[in-house]
């Protein structure tokens, strides 16, 4: 070899040792711990998060995450097929303007409401006469049967949680009797001393379901300690957040129309720092003024509670413990406008 070409050879043979030892300590990426929550090109073009629950690792402190520090996995596949849709063809709960009328209970018993009282097909022609006061011209009523799918107990149970799931047979009774009448079905969460995120996902079965929306009652979330019935329960926007995110996946994964979302509430107190619960995209959120009493009472527990800037409003009417109860025209004047009430 010449020996003018010596030194550039040299080089070459280091520049190479320095490529493998650069090799030999940089992993590959695919053996990354984030790799995996890494969204596939067929995913980023679909544009829809993967459900809470099995999304990547939310930053601390983000709202919205269903499961902080749960381990990545893939997200789930769109279903094929054109969007589904709400009673009547509709794709927004209350885009005509219509107003929302509701029973309230359980099935087979009227001890927790009105809904139970009678079967489904019963119960839709009680309804149905109690709504028609509250149409107006150009404004349709919507009935809605709310039922309580997971009721708060004063015993612990075989759960310890204080709280029972209905029969899964007695659901499907009404979601049927909701396609049979065109009315929608709201699933309220009791949950005792169980979270509401884990209650609400034991009925995701249902609320795949485009008729079918959710509730959830903190007036019956007892914390780690508490029996239902003893006091009052609450709920802090985190969890609150958890929910909501995890079911507006469920309803981009399903092509599903807006899904009621609803909060039940009677006290300031029973959702801490309502004012970071967030919206969601394809959920209609709905916060529902439960309180009871003489109109005058009913009222001053309305304007106490209502938060009309970030949800839309509901009102509750009960049959045995108001006293003189409100009128559908009572109900229609009050001020911030209610839009859903239900009667139990």
């Known amino acids: 070899m010449d020996k003018s070409a010596r030194p550039a050879l040299i080089s070459c043979l280091l520049a190479m040792a320095v490529l493998i030892a650069i090799a030999a300590v940089v992993p590959d990426a695919s053996s990354l711990p984030a790799w995996e929550a890494m969204p596939s090109a067929s995913q980023r073009g679909a544009g829809v998060s993967s459900s809470s629950a099995s999304s990547a690792p939310a930053p601390a402190g983000s709202a919205g995450s269903a499961a902080v ?15 589904k849709t709400l009673p009547g063809g509709a794709t927004s709960i209350f885009g005509d303007g219509r107003f929302l009328v509701a029973y309230y209970g359980t099935a087979e018993t009227g001890a927790l409401g009105v809904l139970g009282e009678t079967d489904p097909d019963a119960m839709q022609r009680r309804v149905h006469r109690a709504a028609q006061p509250f149409a107006r011209k150009h ?62 996902k034991r009925w995701a079965w249902a609320l795949k379901d485009p008729y079918v929306g959710l509730a959830l009652d903190p007036e019956w979330r007892m914390g780690k300690h508490g029996v239902p019935g003893t006091r009052v329960g609450s709920v802090d926007a985190r969890e609150v957040n958890r929910v909501s995110a995890w079911l507006r996946d469920l309803v981009a994964r399903h092509r599903l129309p807006q899904k009621l979302f609803v909060l039940h509430q009677f006290r300031v107190d029973m959702i801490r720092d309502i ?21 005058g009472q009913k009222l001053d527990t309305f304007h106490a509670v209502a938060r009309p800037r970030q949800f839309l409003l509901g009102f509750k009417l009960f049959y045995d413990e108001d006293v003189h109860r409100m009128s559908p025209a009572d109900v229609r004047r009050i001020d911030p406008k209610v839009r859903f009430v239900s009667f139990q």
């Open 275 to 295: 004012g970071s619960i967030e919206p969601r995209r394809g959920l209609v959120m709905v916060q529902h003024v439960d309180g009871f009493g003489t109109p």
């Open 69 to 83: 520090g749960a381990p990545a996995g893939p997200a789930a596949p769109v279903q094929p097929g054109p969007p």
């Open 139 to 200: 404004q349709p009523v919507q009935l809605v049967y709310e039922l309580i799918v997971r009721i708060a107990d004063r015993y612990a149970g075989p759960g310890r949680d204080y709280s029972h799931d209905i029969p899964r047979a007695e659901v499907q009774k009404y979601i049927d009797a909701a396609h049979r009448h065109g009315a929608l079905l709201l699933l309220d969460i009791q949950p005792g001393r169980s979270d509401f995120l884990t209650s609400a």
